[in-house]
């Protein structure tokens, strides 16, 4: 069911079987497998999945290919709920591992927020990742094409952008080698510093050698109209049309509340094995936060893998007729 | 294009990127990932992938949870071919490794058939598995239920049979201990062995007290209507009444085409890397052939991966701006 401030107390004294952060396709995937396991299952969402952006799903088998993120999310979590799993909407703050359990701290509203602990054999990190976006004094100008044809993702909307004049954006010149995966879809490429950061020579003469055009300017904002961005106008005035744009400035890591916990990772990334255990037996990371490729379909078979293995754990213990003692 | 036998001819001189065995869900989805890689592929397929034959599929993220398995591959098959992918009903007999490429030897049609050798860089085998069903007199009082209330996957189905009166049939005794996961979901738990083999006393002992009713009479026929299996009728004419079925009969690989190469197999599941890859560098293999568990949403992340992998590998060779050349 979903919790609110008034319900949540009902689960005082309930330990969860797992407790997933996260409500993306990786944590929803996860929790409709756990709850055809009969294991009871928390899902604390803050709202917002990186998925949720994504104007049209064009690589994810079984739906047509201009569904929206946001409508798999809100299927994902209608067949969740009907599955008699639990949902917060909340922040997790931190994770204490208390050796058979995880405490999980939780806070719940952004003004007059209260916290609550819950309790739980197992949890899964499914809380992602959220990409960095080129900082504009007018950041609405930049949330106004994000997900629609400023691109995020090379692997997911190289195809969208074949043969379209197309600006990178990028955080660092290491960053902006994109390009070079992104020639294959497309010759016209302009590459935008935002007057950020240099490139060394030999960068720059690569970048030039694949015909590649380096704009150094700072960004004054995007054009366009209708969430469709047609190019960028710059701090002198001058413009620079587009047909599309692919940001590389890096992702934030939502996992700040495993840090009290020694996890191994990869970058920012966390290591699992192939049913996407952490380091840590109790810990599970499935979707964009762990080693691997941000794909929705992807996290979706992560959340399948992670709670069959606690399923498998759990049984293990607790040997068979789940069904007697929780119906 | 849907190649038929009229056409096909149009590809006597071209080498595919990738040649995909199977059309269920771990191939579309390799299939149309590779295409918006802008890879040439040629998708074979013999006809109902075992994902057909489900009637709901109950945990895949996105759906509802009562859409059928050929809801998917009907949905995928479409989007594949917008996206200009190759598709042939066809029998694949035998693939020869050139070096450099791979021959894939082809029978089209089944009557008169014709043969064809297609060329290709890389392979990936989507073939999956059929279940082994019991073998009874009159087959199709087997197909009734199959894919219905007789189900051929523990992962998948366990929930629908939650408190319910199940029979299970196996083809060896130690094929009936699917019985204990079984146990999680419901008590209620009868073993059927069709009078085709014995179970030891220690594994009896097992069964027994877990509370197993064992039935090592020969079946005559399943019992129901509408598709819902009600029970089974013994040789000696007496009636178990069941809710449920759960078959645990091994399955049938579909590799045969493989023979002739050498890869690593653990059981009859080809070993791959986290990319799909096999021991060949030039094959791949996803879904259920593989080792890993059988869930559509898992080939169908498998798929991704095989296909990133191989446009990587093509990209690393070629360079940049395939767009121009193909275009």
Same mark, same amino acid.
């Given at each position: 069911?979903?919790?609110?401030?008034?319900?949540?107390?009902?689960?005082?004294?309930?330990?969860?079987?797992?407790?997933?952060?996260?409500?993306?396709?990786?944590?929803?995937?996860?929790?409709?497998?756990?709850?055809?396991?009969?294991?009871?299952?928390? *899902?604390?969402?803050?709202?917002?999945?990186?998925?949720?952006?994504?104007?049209?799903?064009?690589?994810?088998?079984?739906?047509?290919?201009?569904?929206?993120?946001?409508?798999?999310?809100?299927?994902?979590?209608?067949?969740?709920?009907?599955?008699?799993?639990?949902?917060?909407?909340?922040?997790?703050?931190?994770?204490?591992?208390?050796?058979?359990?995880?405490?999980?701290? #939780?806070?719940?509203?952004?003004?007059?927020?209260?916290?609550?602990?819950?309790?739980?054999?197992?949890?899964?990190?499914?809380?992602?990742?959220?990409?960095?976006?080129?900082?504009?004094?007018?950041?609405?100008? #930049?949330?106004?094409?994000?997900?629609?044809?400023?691109?995020?993702?090379?692997?997911?909307?190289?195809?969208?952008?074949?043969?379209?004049?197309?600006?990178?954006?990028?955080?660092?010149?290491?960053?902006?080698?994109?390009?070079?995966?992104?020639?294959?879809?497309?010759?016209?490429?302009?590459?935008?510093?935002?007057?950020?950061?240099?490139?060394?020579?030999?960068?720059?003469?690569?970048?030039?050698? &694949?015909?590649?055009?380096?704009?150094?300017?700072?960004?004054?904002?995007?054009?366009?109209?209708?969430?469709?961005?047609?190019?960028?106008?710059?701090?002198?005035?001058?413009?620079?049309?587009?047909?599309?744009?692919?940001?590389? *400035?890096?992702?934030?890591?939502?996992?700040?509340?495993?840090?009290?916990?020694?996890?191994?990772?990869?970058?920012?990334?966390?290591?699992?094995?192939? *049913?996407?255990?952490?380091?840590?037996?109790?810990?599970?990371?499935?979707?964009?936060?762990?080693?691997?490729?941000?794909?929705?379909?992807?996290?979706?078979?992560?959340?399948?893998?992670?709670?069959?293995?606690?399923?498998?754990?759990?049984?293990?213990?607790?040997?068979?007729?789940?069904?007697?003692?929780? &119906?």
């Amino acid at each position: 069911m979903q919790l609110t401030k008034q319900t949540l107390n009902q689960r005082n004294d309930h330990v969860y079987d797992a407790l997933v952060v996260g409500g993306g396709a990786a944590g929803l995937s996860a929790g409709i497998y756990l709850q055809r396991y009969l294991l009871s299952t928390l *899902m604390i969402d803050k709202g917002k999945a990186r998925s949720f952006w994504m104007q049209e799903l064009h690589n994810y088998l079984g739906l047509p290919p201009d569904t929206p993120g946001r409508e798999v999310l809100k299927q994902g979590k209608e067949h969740y709920l009907s599955l008699e799993g639990d949902y917060l909407n909340a922040y997790v703050e931190e994770v204490i591992d208390e050796g058979e359990t995880l405490a999980v701290k #939780v806070r719940i509203g952004r003004q007059n927020p209260i916290y609550k602990v819950f309790r739980t054999r197992y949890l899964i990190a499914a809380s992602g990742i959220i990409d960095h976006l080129p900082q504009l004094a007018d950041m609405k100008n #930049v949330f106004d094409y994000a997900g629609y044809n400023l691109h995020v993702c090379l692997i997911c909307d190289g195809y969208e952008m074949r043969d379209q004049r197309v600006g990178v954006f990028g955080s660092t010149a290491s960053s902006l080698q994109v390009a070079f995966p992104l020639g294959w879809f497309t010759p016209h490429i302009t590459l935008f510093t935002n007057g950020a950061f240099e490139i060394e020579d030999e960068l720059r003469d690569r970048f030039t050698a &694949a015909g590649y055009t380096i704009n150094e300017q700072p960004i004054h904002q995007f054009l366009g109209e209708n969430h469709q961005m047609s190019g960028v106008e710059l701090a002198d005035g001058s413009m620079v049309e587009l047909d599309a744009g692919l940001v590389s *400035m890096g992702s934030k890591y939502h996992a700040d509340y495993l840090q009290g916990i020694d996890l191994e990772y990869q970058g920012g990334n966390l290591v699992t094995d192939a *049913m996407n255990r952490t380091s840590h037996p109790r810990i599970f990371a499935v979707g964009d936060l762990k080693v691997g490729m941000n794909q929705v379909v992807i996290a979706a078979a992560d959340g399948a893998n992670a709670a069959t293995q606690i399923w498998r754990d759990i049984r293990r213990v607790e040997g068979s007729r789940r069904s007697q003692r929780v &119906a």
